[in-house]
């Protein structure tokens, strides 16, 4: 009978590739640099930069400080805020879900790896931990896929977003570009997708006694 441990790298593989992934989700969600906006009015944004993320807008200002210092100022997002388009809500709430499905996977990867390590040797349930968390990693990177897309399209297609007066922020930018939390959205996909292939691929090693029964 071939070792468990001997089968079974690829699936650690998977657990270090997820864990990756899932700690690029998390860092992906708290930025505040999705959408990094050019501005024309530099009154209030005096570097003419703003930045829009999934949960607040800040930008650097110099109005209310003394010379030569800056702050930056944040908008944090309210639950019900109409103005807020649905690409931002959709990711809020879709980033949420893959982090709780990330986290389940790897939990699934660990009892399965454990079990091998261990030595216990039962077929059905450590075939089966490797499958669930397979699907749940498979089912995070969706769950981040589709913010960071939307997203993506809002930014090439340049659309706006008609923030109130008190933000102090245009309803549209000069120009805007991709900021740092989509390409780290993007890396994280590709690494939750990929590690949910290899815990799908686990295939229990067949012992000789299980080859002459059949």
Not at 44 to 62: E, H, M, P, R, T
Not at 78 to 99: C, K, N, T, W
Not at 125 to 134: C, P, Y
Request: aromatic fraction near 14%.
């Amino acid at each position: 009978m071939r070792s468990l441990v001997s089968t079974s790298h690829l699936q650690l593989a998977a657990f270090a590739v997820g864990t990756i992934g899932w700690i690029m989700c998390a860092i992906s969600m708290g930025l505040v640099e999705w959408r990094v906006w050019h501005v024309d009015n530099t009154t209030v944004i005096s570097s003419g930069v703003a930045w829009v993320g999934i949960w607040k807008v800040c930008f650097i200002s110099y109005l209310h400080v003394s010379p030569g210092y800056k702050e930056q100022f944040c908008h944090k997002f309210r639950a019900f805020d109409s103005f807020v388009p649905h690409e931002i809500y959709v990711a809020q709430g879709l980033l949420l879900v893959a982090m709780i499905m990330g986290l389940m996977g790897l939990t699934a990867t660990i009892f399965a790896l454990r079990n091998i390590y261990m030595g216990i040797v039962e077929k059905t349930l450590i075939a089966h931990f490797f499958l669930v968390g397979g699907f749940f990693y498979i089912f995070s990177g969706l769950c981040v896929l589709i913010p960071v897309s939307w997203n993506f399209y809002s930014v090439t297609h340049n659309e706006s977003i008609a923030f109130p007066p008190s933000y102090h922020m245009p309803s549209s930018p000069m120009t805007q570009e991709v900021g740092a939390a989509i390409p780290i959205g993007i890396i994280a996909v590709i690494l939750l997708l990929l590690s949910g292939t290899f815990s799908l691929s686990y295939r229990f090693p067949v012992t000789s006694s299980t080859i002459m029964q059949s």
